[in-house]
């Protein structure tokens, strides 16, 4: 049993999104702090950090334009060189002035076709690098009742998918990400799993969903979404991170560590946490006045440490119970699991892969953050507040 936690730990991989490391902030304000990436390959530097102390964490989200470079090959060896890889391509058709009334679903077909172009070139740039994911989330919708037909965009919206994925290579695919609300406030185009996935279930198989834990209302059975992706092979990856209100991109686990386990327990008791289930398990936070790259190790702590306790439910046992109808008893099972310190396991873990017990100490030790901060002068912003 230990043995095989054990290794389900040392086997689990966390992709880190490339935009955590730049400055950033909410509408009202971004902070700019020390030592900041001030290039794509700066960023994946500070990447490479987190998994030199985590070794858990070997792939870097990129999200374009903010990654912009002419030589994709050539970042994708230079994240080699530092013993990572890089991961998804985020797509992004949100912050040009031409997409104020959308981009894939605008009216104007001009700007539709500016929008699939960025996507069309996202696929060429996964193919440079070597990803097999293709990371879409749309800002899209309207703020007005009238403003725009719900229909019609619903239309462009499939067009345009249908397009990307046609042009998918072997081995790759689309992700497709929800989002409640924000920007827009009276209708998203894409705003909860079930538009989500039945835009990837026409498409087919090469197209599933993304469950950005920040992009639901409050209160939403995320575990429920899990499952039920699960269950229908949609559930292609998770953008984790923390919320008290709305899209909050804070540390994942930090606001609700119970919420974290639950989910993890779908994941485990479906046998979806091995890398071959192909569900991806990245970030997507913002560190606005914490620093980085400890925000990101922490983080890779805290999704760790949830799945330590869903390893550790005993399966059997809630079996059992559920079996019997026993309510309390297999409550019980669940709750022993998530009341338990799994902080020495791991510590143990980390040793036995030869790392530091102590990821977040040895990080602090060793001196990069000082480095950074006197070699980078006039750090990125990480894109807009994300
Ligand atoms: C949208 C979102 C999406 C973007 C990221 C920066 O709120 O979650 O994943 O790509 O933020
Ligand atoms: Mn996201
Ligand atoms: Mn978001």
Redesign the pocket.
């Known amino acids: 049993m230990t043995d095989a936690v054990r290794a389900a730990l040392r086997a689990q991989r966390i992709e880190v999104p490339s935009?955590a490391y730049g400055n950033s902030g909410t509408r009202f304000k971004v902070f700019a702090q020390p030592g900041v990436p001030r290039t794509p390959q700066e960023k994946i530097a500070d990447a490479a950090q987190v998994h030199k102390y985590t070794g858990v964490a070997p792939v870097v989200s990129l999200?374009i334009p903010w990654d912009k470079v002419d030589d994709y090959a050539a970042l994708a060896k230079h994240a080699e060189d530092l013993g990572v890889r890089i991961g998804g391509i985020?797509a992004n058709v949100f912050q040009d002035d031409d997409y104020k009334l959308g981009s894939v679903t605008n009216p104007d077909p001009a700007v539709r076709r500016k929008a699939l172009d960025h996507l069309l070139e996202c696929v060429d740039i996964a193919d440079l690098t070597g990803s097999r994911d293709i990371k879409l989330?749309f800002s899209d919708g309207t703020n007005y009742p009238g403003q725009d037909s719900i229909r019609a965009r619903q239309d462009r919206l499939a067009d345009a998918l249908q397009a990307v994925y046609e042009r998918l290579g072997d081995g790759q695919r689309i992700l497709l990400?929800y989002?409640l609300f924000e920007p827009a406030f009276y209708t998203m185009d894409v705003p909860d799993w079930g538009t989500a996935y039945a835009h990837c279930l026409r498409l087919g198989p090469k197209a599933q969903v993304v469950i950005?834990t920040g992009?639901h209302a409050p209160g939403t059975n995320i575990e429920f979404i899990v499952a039920f992706l699960l269950r229908e092979e949609k559930l292609g990856a998770f953008?984790f991170n923390s919320r008290f209100y709305a899209?909050d991109d804070l540390m994942v686990g930090a606001a609700d560590p119970f919420q974290l386990f639950r989910i993890m327990h779908e994941i485990v008791s479906a046998g979806a946490l091995d890398a071959s289930s192909g569900v991806n398990f990245m970030l997507?936070q913002c560190h606005n006045i914490e620093p980085k790259i400890p925000a990101q190790i922490r983080s890779v702590m805290n999704v760790q440490e949830a799945t330590a306790k869903a390893l550790l439910v005993d399966a059997a046992a809630l079996d059992a119970a559920q079996l019997a109808g026993d309510v309390l008893g297999s409550n019980g099972v669940l709750m022993d699991a998530y009341n338990t310190d799994v902080r020495p396991l791991l510590a143990d873990v980390r040793q036995e892969m030869g790392l530091d017990p102590d990821p977040m100490g040895a990080y602090a030790r060793s001196g990069y953050f000082e480095k950074i901060a006197a070699d980078r002068v006039g750090g990125q912003q990480a894109g807009w507040g994300?």
């Open positions: 935009w999200h985020n989330w990400e989002k950005d992009h953008d899209d997507d994300a």
